[in-house]
DNA sequence: TAGGGCTACTTCCATC
DNA sequence: GATGGAAGTAGCCCTA
């Protein structure tokens, strides 16, 4: 390889390390700013953990949701948990 | 509680949600362009794994800067020679 | 401190040191059994999730139960998720 | 499913459970052993953040040598230097 | 489907 | 004794 086509690959190297780690420190400040919200929430005095909980169901496909659901019932009936 | 305390928690645990939901698509849009740059970056001929490796261990370098740090002052401490 | 103080510390250090590590590989053993439980069960045909959330169920008391499970259904009810 | 089909389903599921909270109460006895080493440690005169520190420095060093091989190997690889 | 990285939860320690 | 913060641990997801 001669020098100048190294150069070249060094430089597209040194521009995709470089960009990726833009995006990754953008993604940490989104990530951080979560976290605070999820503090604001909870010196509202909401529970951060049933917080969670809400947005991760919303995310879920109500069908899956109901399917989880019901296949849990059924280990607890098979546990002799539920009445 | 009275219906427009009850009001007001329901905007309030509405707004949260909304606040987060927000947060995590534009989170998901940049884990998202990250996927891109390394997909373009597999397009000029360079390794993924290998690119990864590389970030991986920038990180981890700058983390153990701030380790070696740490440990130092521990132990400076618990030798009694920090207040 | 003289040298047979120090080598006696040192010697303390040292089996302190050995005794965590001992009682850490065990505890790791312990947990890839776990998991292997988990795994054994999945091939039977069990829904791993689930059989981690009814172990997890089992763990908190009654009572906790309920109390989270209300504050769940407030919060789903507040934002119109329920019926 | 038949009953038999049912039952035996069930004491499946009661027999992983039983082995996971087993297992995962002699890992909490484990946890316990750790914290009481920990705490006698502390009785002589360590200072135990010190010494969890040590522990895991002494972790690190052996996960980073097997890094460093798998660094190597992925090199080798991508330099095309390995089948 | 297995492995690794990322995220989240829990636990522990120190402070008030 | 409680609360806040840090660290270690475990679960989830995504990639290869």
């Given at each position: 390889m001669s020098n100048a086509t190294e150069e070249v690959a060094q430089d597209q190297l040194r521009?995709?390390?470089?960009r990726i780690e833009r995006l990754e420190e953008e993604k940490k400040t989104i990530s951080d700013d979560i976290k605070d919200v999820y503090a604001?929430?909870?010196g509202t005095g909401f529970?951060?953990?049933v917080l969670r909980k809400v947005?991760?169901?919303r995310k879920q496909d109500a069908n899956e949701r109901q399917?989880?659901?019901a296949i849990?019932?059924?280990y607890l009936q098979a546990?002799?948990?539920m009445n």
């Open positions: 521009s995709f390390v470089e604001e929430a909870k529970d951060i953990k947005i991760s169901l399917e989880q659901e849990l019932d059924l546990l002799g948990m």
